[in-house]
């Protein structure tokens, strides 16, 4: 067989179209199955440890051993 743009490609004998008589039957088209529906599993809302504000990060608490910036104080040992 041949491309309809390939000018280079010669026509090979004995791959030329089968008589009506030696043509292989087509194969039926198989039947599709019905898909499984699949279930959604429940979403859970978790506690979480420490209470959090509105946008989900941790409360702001103030310890009397960190200085407003969250770092430690440090205290020399007496």
Known sequence: MRDKKDNAT????????????EAPEPAPEPQRRARARKVALKQVQ?????PTDATGL?????????????????????
Do not use: C, K
Not at 10 to 21: K, N, S, V
Not at 46 to 50: A, I, K, R, T, V
Not at 58 to 78: C, E, K, M, S
């Open 10 to 21: 010669i026509d090979l004998p004995g791959f030329g179209q089968l008589p009506a008589h």
């Open 46 to 50: 978790l506690e979480l440890l420490e």
């Open 58 to 78: 941790p409360v702001w608490t103030r310890d009397a051993g960190l200085d407003l910036t969250g770092l430690p104080i440090w205290a020399p040992d007496n």
